[in-house]
C-alpha cells in the first residue's frame, strides 16, 4: 500500500517556488493563515512608524513593542485590504483573473520573510533601548561595533525585503494569470496611485496644521528599509 506524499509546507515553499506555492494556496483556502501573516507584517510595519514618529520620546521599549504586538493583527489585515483592494482594480485594467481574496493572499503570502524581522527589532531594542524610537541614529552615540551591527541588521533586513518583493511579484502574476512584466505594471500603477493619494492627504495634513504635521513616510517594507540604511550611512559618514 503506497502512502500519499506530505503535502509541501507552504511557509518554507513560498520562499522558493512563489507561484506553485501560491495557486495551491489559492485553490484550496486563499484566506489560509491570514490573521497570522497580518500580524507579522502588522508588528514590523507599526515599528517602523513608531520609530519614524518618535515614539521613545513618550513611552518606553516594552511599552511600544506591547503596543505593537496588540495591534499588530488588526493594522496588517487593514493594510492587506487596502492595498490587495488598490492592486485588484488596477489589475482589472491589465486584465488580471483573480478574485480579491486571491490577490491579497498573494501579497500576503510575500510577506513571509518579515518574520525573521521580529527577532532583529527585539535585538535593537535590548541593544539601544528607547533610543532605537527617537530619531534613530540620529544623536545617538554608537561605538563601532554597534555600527557595524547596526549595519549588518539593516542589510539583512533589506535583503529580505527585495527577496519579498520577488516573491509578491511572482505571486501576483501567478494569481492574475499574466506576465511578471505585467505583474510590475500592475504594482508601479498601484504604487503611483497611492502616491498620489497620500501625497494629497499629507499635503492636506501640512495645510492644516502647518510645521507640526507628521512627516512623509514610506508606506511598505522595501522603502521603509531603504530610507533606514540612508539614515544609518549618513550618520556613518559624520
Excluded at 14 to 42: D, E, H
Excluded at 147 to 176: D, G, H, M, P, R
Amino acid at each position: 500500500m503506497s502512502e500519499h506524499p506530505s503535502p509541501i509546507n507552504p511557509w518554507f515553499a513560498i520562499w522558493l517556488k512563489p507561484r506553485a506555492t501560491i495557486a495551491r494556496i489559492v485553490a484550496s483556502n486563499p484566506n489560509r493563515s491570514l490573521w497570522v501573516l497580518a500580524a507579522i507584517y502588522g508588528f514590523t510595519s507599526l515599528l517602523n512608524f513608531f520609530q519614524t514618529g518618535s515614539l521613545g520620546s513618550y513611552f518606553g521599549p516594552a511599552g511600544i513593542l506591547l503596543s505593537a504586538a496588540v495591534l499588530a493583527p488588526f493594522w496588517g489585515y487593514l493594510l492587506f485590504a487596502i492595498w490587495g483592494g488598490l492592486t485588484f482594480w488596477t489589475g482589472r485594467w491589465f486584465k488580471g483573473k483573480a478574485h480579491f481574496t486571491a490577490v491579497r493572499a498573494a501579497y500576503a503570502w510575500s510577506c513571509v520573510p518579515f518574520v525573521f524581522h521580529i527577532p532583529l527589532w527585539f535585538l535593537m531594542a535590548i541593544l539601544f533601548g528607547k533610543q532605537l524610537f527617537i530619531h534613530f541614529p540620529e544623536g545617538t552615540a554608537l561605538t563601532q561595533s554597534q555600527v557595524t551591527l547596526l549595519f549588518a541588521i539593516l542589510i539583512f533586513k533589506v535583503t529580505l525585503a527585495i527577496w519579498s518583493v520577488v516573491i509578491y511579484i511572482n505571486a501576483l502574476a501567478e494569481v492574475q494569470r499574466y506576465s511578471v512584466f505585467r505583474a510590475i505594471l500592475n504594482l508601479v500603477t498601484a504604487g503611483i496611485i497611492a502616491a498620489i493619494f497620500f501625497g494629497i492627504l499629507w499635503s492636506l495634513l501640512f495645510y492644516f496644521a502647518g510645521s507640526s504635521a507628521p512627516h512623509s513616510m514610506a508606506v511598505f517594507p522595501l522603502l521603509y528599509e531603504g530610507s533606514s540604511i540612508v539614515s544609518l550611512s549618513e550618520f556613518m559618514s559624520q
